[in-house]
């Protein structure tokens, strides 16, 4: 039986053509009309949590001052970038009203419902909630092994009860800073995740089986609501099999993207650049939706590819003049 080691699935030449088909498909869930309400729902139960997956593979890093400076540095720098540039458009070009207030609350929040008001993109979202996933994680790495345990027994709780507390206070959680009920909910399936790729020896056939399993669950839950932007999560007690359903689909559709990705390699320069596309490609759109707002389907595709490709062609240049050190620092 033909065995691919777990390591060749993480190395950087296989991440790029993951995280390549990842940004496709967000761009392709964020082109209005291209995809049905029901779709949009399916693509975010995993494409966007396996990208906050990723660090659970990688980061090592400890909780002190220097490593929380370099990831503030590192994630916040074109959060500010992109929220001044999506703020002064949305200022110009559709509400020329300024709330400082309301401006400056999302922006220290950042939260999905909070940017979609005051700047016309909820995508940045992902940026504060990286962060706080990140501190998350760089507490685990300081601790001693029981103390990671207990920390371990406390995140798992808070996944699997935290929608308890959603659903009654749900107008609390659009005001949680950095989207920590996203970070809290999530730790332990990049956990279950990072513990897969560690300690068992993943073959071909475990792959197709976890990609049936995916299918077959995505296919179960397709037309459900479910939306890691939405403070609204399943819980152990209130809806137990919903729970069990969407861990299931995010940690199958990451196994499952990861392994389909390798047919990809032509998507290996959009994940090189993912960063700045993620950043770039919502502006890109609202712009074409100004010259173009058609919803016919060969319109819409051609929209698709537009914003792919000019996505990646402007954070080429962004690093070809070395704007990426001001704007997308190390």
């Not at 995993?46 to 997956?53: D, I, K, Q, T």
């Not at 220097?66 to 949305?90: D, E, G, M, Q, S």
């Not at 332990?188 to 513990?195: H, L, N, Q, T």
């Amino acid at each position: 039986m033909d065995v691919i080691k777990n390591k060749e699935y993480i190395s950087h030449e296989h991440m790029d053509k993951f995280k390549g088909l990842l940004i496709i498909l967000i761009i392709y869930g964020h082109i209005k009309g291209l995809t049905s309400t029901e779709t949009q729902n399916a693509l975010y139960t995993f494409h966007v949590s396996s990208f906050l997956f990723l660090p659970f593979l990688f980061n090592t890093d400890k909780f002190n001052y220097t490593n929380i400076l370099k990831i503030f540095r590192r994630y916040y720098t074109p959060y500010i970038v992109f929220f001044t540039i999506a703020f002064l458009a949305y200022f110009i070009f559709i509400n020329n009203t300024v709330d400082i207030y309301k401006i400056f609350t999302s922006f220290i929040i950042g939260t999905p419902y909070l940017l979609r008001e005051s700047i016309g993109i909820s995508t940045y979202w992902f940026f504060p909630a990286l962060i706080f996933l990140l501190i998350t994680l760089m507490i685990y790495n300081s601790l001693n092994k029981n103390m990671k345990t207990m920390y371990l027994v406390v995140m798992l709780c808070t996944h699997l009860f935290i929608g308890l507390y959603s659903l009654p206070h749900s107008d609390i959680l659009r005001y949680a800073p950095f989207d920590l009920y996203i970070a809290l909910y999530l730790f332990s399936i990049g956990y279950i995740i990072k513990f897969i790729i560690q300690n068992i020896e993943i073959k071909n056939i475990h792959f197709f089986l976890v990609i049936i399993l995916f299918i077959t669950l995505i296919y179960i839950s397709y037309g459900g609501r479910f939306n890691l932007a939405s403070p609204f999560f399943p819980n152990l007690l209130s809806n137990p099999l919903e729970l069990l359903l969407r861990d299931s689909i995010m940690i199958t559709g990451f196994f499952s993207l990861l392994y389909l990705s390798r047919f990809f390699p032509v998507l290996s320069i959009f994940g090189k650049y993912s960063l700045g596309i993620y950043t770039i490609h919502p502006l890109l759109i609202q712009v074409l939706a100004k010259v173009n707002n058609s919803e016919i389907l060969y319109v819409l595709i051609i929209k698709l590819f537009i914003v792919a490709l000019l996505s990646l062609a402007f954070t080429m240049l962004v690093y070809k003049f070395n704007f990426n050190k001001l704007i997308y620092p190390r």
